[in-house]
Structures are given as structure tokens and as C-alpha cells.
């Protein structure tokens, strides 16, 4: 990959920061005031990183680009419908893992003598910046339903999300089996030790979480409507945030442990195809078609 390439993105992550490291690679300059004063021809990058919401910028980008890169499947679908291209204009990459990996048994064993949890208790997992569009109400109402008595489910986030959320959570007299974390510091550590994510989310966007859950070897249930079911199987996808059934899956696998665990490594090899290595290795792939 030796021809120079010019590239555009709204939110810069470690493949583009890496790509940007090769000499042949330029960041591409947006049209300033003056280009447009001087009627300077408006130009667009050779490669477009979309990220966020396709609006009428990202959309002139997606169709004058010579490549779009999108972070799902969905979002693929979604350009072909809203832009004029044709299918091979768009290549899909999913988030990059930038993690390392730490051993579930001796997370746990940290973990639980710092909370102070009972080390044979399987720990549920609720993580996400925006608790309430991401279905943490749908959460606890699951944690509410569930008959099993050997786990302990922990809600992370920050402190202010927290802090509204204790009024809506006294009302669920979970005291006993769900902790409130505020502002967690090693995240990777509460995934790591976690058995079992449940994202019942109503965002459509792909959540990095769920892969950073699947490569911590953690079982994931996360809603249909979320791009992230593209890298789960049919019986962890949830019908809807509220769907019904996750009482009766989520018992399901905490109390058959053979069955948890080859949940855990199934989506442990799944999460390893997006490991920095092979995710730049693609990009290569597609940038030396260019």
C-alpha cells in the first residue's frame, strides 16, 4: 500500500491513528471560508471513516468518497438506502478491541474482595454512558424476575447518572442483589470478572461494550435493534429492551455452568477477530484496492 491516500473522519479512533502514521497517508482539509470565496473546487478524501449520525454531510462524504468505512452492517444499509452509491463503495469494520486481556477467575478474586462479593456468586453486568436510553429501568426489571439466588448484579456509571438513578431504583427493594457502581475506574477489571452483560438497549448504534464484554469471555444479551446483535447469536439477542423471555434465559445459565462456559468461550474466539492486528490488517486489504 504505497499510493498515496488521502483520509476524513468526525471521530478518530486507534486504526485511523495508526493509518496516519504511514507517510502516505494525509488527513484531508475540509473547505475553509476562503476556498469558498476564491470558488476553490470543492474536493473530498480518498477514504471516509463515518461515525455517528448520517446527515447531509456524512452522506455528501459516504457518495464523493472513493471509500466509506462503517462500523456495521446497519449502518451499511443504511447509507445504501439514504445515498446514491453503489454496495462496494462501503466496507464494514467493526470497533477495534484495544484492551488487554486479564484472566476472568483471578478478576473475580479482586473484584470480590474489593466489593466485598461472594467469589461463588455469578456477577451480572450493566455498563453504559447513557444508563436510561440504553435500558437500565429494562435491567433492573429483569434482575427483578429472576428466582436465582447465586448472583449479584452491578450497575456502572457515572455519578450523576447514578445518583438519579437511586430514585427510581428504591422502589425495586433490590438492596441485596444489585450494587450501584459511580464512576468505576477499571472498567476493563469489572468486565473481565463479569460472567454474564446485559445491555436491553434502544440506541441503534453498535456498542464497543458488547465486544469488549465477548472478549472478557462474559456471556451478552443485548436488544435487536442495537447494529451490536450483528456479532451475537439468535438465543442472545433480546426481541425488544423489555422482552420477556430473558428471565427464563439469563436462569437458563446461571444455573447450568457447562453451558455458561461455552457461552463465555464461544464469544471469547468471536471478540478475538476484532484485535488491532487483524482489524489493521483488513484495512490494508481494502485501502490497497483503492
Do not use: W
Not at 446497519?74 to 466496507?91: F, H, L, R, S, V
Not at 446461571?254 to 462456559?261: A, F, G, H, M, P
Amino acid at each position: 500500500m504505497n499510493k498515496n491516500l488521502s483520509i476524513y473522519f468526525k471521530s478518530k479512533n486507534i486504526l485511523i491513528d495508526e493509518l496516519l502514521k504511514k507517510e502516505n497517508i494525509k488527513l484531508h482539509k475540509k473547505q475553509n471560508i476562503l476556498d469558498k470565496l476564491t470558488f476553490k473546487s470543492k474536493t473530498y478524501p480518498d477514504i471516509y471513516f463515518h461515525s455517528g449520525v448520517l446527515d447531509e454531510e456524512s452522506i455528501e462524504l459516504v457518495e464523493n468518497s472513493k471509500k466509506t468505512i462503517a462500523n456495521s452492517y446497519t449502518m451499511k444499509q443504511e447509507m445504501i438506502k439514504a445515498c446514491n452509491i453503489t454496495n462496494d463503495k462501503i466496507e464494514v469494520i467493526y470497533p477495534t478491541i484495544t484492551s488487554t486481556y486479564l484472566k476472568p477467575k483471578e478478576s473475580k478474586e479482586i473484584l470480590s474482595q474489593e466489593l466485598n462479593l461472594n467469589k461463588k456468586d455469578k456477577i451480572i453486568l450493566f455498563h453504559a454512558k447513557n444508563l436510561m436510553k440504553n435500558g437500565v429501568i429494562e435491567f433492573l426489571n429483569i434482575i427483578a424476575t429472576l428466582s436465582a439466588n447465586n448472583f449479584k448484579a452491578i450497575i456502572a456509571g457515572d455519578s450523576k447518572q447514578i445518583y438519579t438513578l437511586k430514585f427510581k431504583f428504591t422502589k425495586y427493594n433490590l438492596d441485596d442483589k444489585v450494587m450501584l457502581l459511580e464512576d468505576y475506574k477499571n472498567m476493563d477489571l469489572l468486565y473481565s470478572a463479569a460472567d454474564i452483560y446485559i445491555l436491553p438497549t434502544y440506541i441503534k448504534a453498535f456498542s464497543s461494550n458488547v465486544i469488549k464484554a465477548m472478549f472478557y469471555k462474559t456471556a451478552v444479551f443485548v436488544s435487536a435493534n442495537s447494529a451490536s446483535r450483528e456479532v451475537i447469536d439468535i438465543f442472545s439477542t433480546m426481541d425488544s429492551p423489555s422482552d420477556r423471555s430473558m428471565q427464563f434465559k439469563v436462569e437458563a445459565i446461571l444455573s447450568n455452568k457447562d453451558e455458561l462456559k461455552n457461552i463465555k468461550k464461544t464469544n471469547k474466539e468471536t471478540a478475538d477477530e476484532f484485535l488491532f492486528d487483524i482489524q489493521f490488517k483488513r484495512l490494508e486489504e481494502i485501502l490497497s484496492d483503492i
